[in-house]
């Protein structure tokens, strides 16, 4: 009698070796943030997270940091979102992996604009991230603002490329800028 194979079991160990391997390849951030993103998705909507790990805070997202490694070189976080949470408009301080565990995040893209001496925002698109999709940030330029705008709870898992439990934020610049129109 021929059994079927049994689907390999996704664990947080697994995905570390995964990007562990992406990370120690390739030098170009463009390069490991697309293959990162690769390796996340099999990982996405499965049991992968502990009941702690999925715990909101009533106040504002939650971040709770799955994986440090030990030479910084990258991190893995989950963070939580009840309905209407959303981020600051931000920045990164490396390349990130974002890829949506369960319910869905909206994110605003902006563009930074300078001229006689002022600052401000254009908006330059919307993106919908149902679960299981993933994308890959690459500063400079990676300006946005995430929002769970749905009626249940999101969970979104990402990978950054810097020592998240030293930096405790991914977020390099919070934009508090005037958003003009295009």
Known sequence: MTMAPVEQQRTLQGLVEEIRAVVQSSDD?????????????????????????????????????????????????ALVWLPGQETPIHDHVSWCVVGVHEGQEYATNYELRSGAGERWLIESGNEVSPPGST????????????????????????????????????????????????
């Not at 990162?36 to 940091?65: M, N, S, W």
């Open 135 to 182: 994308c890959a940030l690459t500063p400079p330029g990676d300006i946005h603002k995430v929002v769970n705008n749905g009626d249940q709870l999101a969970i979104s898992l990402h990978v950054y490329g810097a020592d998240i439990g030293k930096l405790g934020s991914s977020i390099l610049n919070r934009y508090e800028l005037e958003v003009r129109p295009a």
């Open 29 to 77: 951030a463009a390069t490991v943030s697309r293959r990162v993103a690769e390796c996340l998705q099999p990982y996405l909507g499965t049991e992968f997270l502990t009941p702690a790990q999925r715990e909101p805070d009533p106040t504002h997202y939650k971040q709770h940091i799955l994986h440090v490694e030990p030479d910084g070189s990258f991190s893995i976080v």
